[in-house]
């Protein structure tokens, strides 16, 4: 019993360290990171927050168009966690900020979206992105098919 106990203990002491490395980036909030950053957003009633650098021009893209564009992906402490030049992907086989955020802008748009991890990955996380993460999107739209 006393070992079993320990091995517990043990065990959750080393989740516990393993974790803190990402308790900056599961916990900054989104309403925290735009006061600290003097940002001036929009905020949607799902909580997607953004600023439109660019508003484009016709057409905007719908929840069903193929969508091509540039990107980077951050956490709200700055680490970069993915990026990409010319990917064309369907815009309702994305994350639910991305869906709502891209149909604001038109063809040659840019956003930054600053997704509440409810309408990012959740609770569950995906790849390097712990769960319940908000997370910073800056978007060129370059094409709607």
Request: glycine share 12%; with cysteine.
């Amino acid at each position: 019993m006393i070992i079993g106990l320990r091995v517990f203990l043990i065990s959750l002491m080393i989740s516990l360290l393993s974790c803190s490395g990402n308790d900056e980036v599961s916990t900054l909030s989104i309403s925290d990171y735009v006061s600290d950053n003097n940002l001036m957003t929009v905020k949607t009633p799902s909580g997607l927050n953004y600023i439109i650098h660019n508003p484009g021009t016709a057409p905007f893209p719908t929840e069903s168009s193929d969508v091509t564009v540039n990107y980077k992906g951050y956490f709200l402490n700055g680490e970069v966690f993915d990026s990409g030049e010319g990917i064309t992907f369907p815009l309702n086989g994305v994350i639910r900020g991305w869906i709502e955020g891209i149909q604001l802008i038109g063809t040659g748009g840019s956003i930054t979206l600053l997704i509440p991890s409810n309408l990012a990955y959740g609770p569950s996380g995906r790849g390097s992105i712990p769960g319940n993460t908000n997370l910073a999107f800056d978007v060129d739209l370059i094409s709607v098919q």
